[in-house]
């Protein structure tokens, strides 16, 4: 598969937790905490469970910095 984000991390699920519609997907990048929001249909399709390797694309329109 081929796809036109770049800014793509791989990292460690470390904790999935659904609500009704959405589902929080926390993921430890080199010690840092990455958190997506996702579709519980999503998080199902994917099989996502602690321990999983993902990769994690952001694709972002718009990026913040703050010193």
Not at 40 to 51: A, F, H
């Amino acid at each position: 598969m081929k796809i036109s984000g770049r800014n793509k991390l791989q990292a460690t699920v470390k904790e999935v937790i659904k609500g009704t519609v959405m589902a929080k997907v926390v993921m430890d990048y080199k010690g840092d905490e990455l958190v997506a929001a996702i579709s519980v249909d999503s998080v199902d399709d994917l099989d996502l469970k602690p321990g999983d390797t993902v990769t994690a694309l952001i694709k972002a329109t718009e990026m913040m910095v703050i010193k």
